[in-house]
């Protein structure tokens, strides 16, 4: 079964820490990943998009990277801010009608 | 450029009534999807469409019914409003056939409860 995992479930950490979000898949045959953040109460905004033939892309102080053959990639949030405080979902696409979600990691960037 | 519209973005439902949630988008996606978000569940796919007039069910699609007429519109019915579908809805749509590894393009969501 086509799975994705992300662990921690909640994170906080100090402003201004470099810090790393795991999300973890099963079945190395992805057309992409998608990472997406969550502000309480509204919708999904998409951050990153990494296809297949892709090792990493990078937007601002965002870096996610995938590593198909170990079913992992990481999201970097460098030099973290209050403002980064969310939910970051991580979403596979095994096909193009589906993403198959996993459940979140809840961080809290302390002032 | 609106993306995908959805309406309305709150709604409270009796037991047993019945309702649309309207899903547009102005991109000309073949593909659209209706997923739902539950506390600490990663969101699951109810139905989806590769293009007008076909749909097919996902991972949860009992109790809900989906048409595709159009391009455009992709609206999501409950039948007869339970408890159990108190929720966060999402829309989406992406480029479709022959098109591999595309960018999923979502709505702002629908929060419903079913009192």
């Known amino acids: 079964k086509q799975e994705v995992t992300q662990i921690p479930a909640a994170l906080s950490v100090p402003e201004g820490e470099n810090l790393v979000l795991n999300c973890s898949f099963t079945d190395s045959a992805i057309y992409n990943l998608q990472w997406f953040r969550q502000d309480p109460g509204k919708g999904l905004t998409s951050l990153l998009l990494?296809?297949?033939s892709q090792r990493e892309q990078t937007s601002g102080r965002l870096n996610a990277s995938l590593d198909k053959s170990s079913g992992r990639s990481t999201l970097y949030i460098a030099a973290s801010q209050p403002g980064d405080s969310a939910t970051y979902l991580c979403a596979v696409s095994w096909s193009n009608y589906q993403l198959i979600w996993g459940a979140g990691t809840k961080l809290i960037i302390k002032p | 450029n609106a993306g995908v519209t959805q309406t309305p973005k709150f709604q409270v439902l009796k037991t047993g009534q019945s309702m649309t949630l309207q899903c547009a988008q102005d991109?000309?996606?073949?593909?659209m999807s209706w997923y739902r978000q539950d506390p600490g569940m990663g969101l699951r796919l109810i139905h989806y469409s590769v293009g007008a007039g076909i749909t097919d069910q996902g991972e949860v699609p009992n109790g809900y019914n989906v048409s595709r007429s159009t391009t455009e519109d992709f609206p999501l019915r409950l039948l007869s409003a339970a408890p159990s579908q108190t929720s966060v809805y999402f829309c989406?749509?992406?480029?479709?056939?022959?098109?591999?590894?595309?960018?999923?393009?979502f709505g702002q969501g629908t929060r419903l409860t079913v009192v």
């Open positions: 990494i296809q297949s």
């Open positions: 989406a749509s992406r480029p479709g056939t022959g098109v591999y590894g595309t960018e999923a393009f």
């Open positions: 991109m000309n996606h073949e593909y």
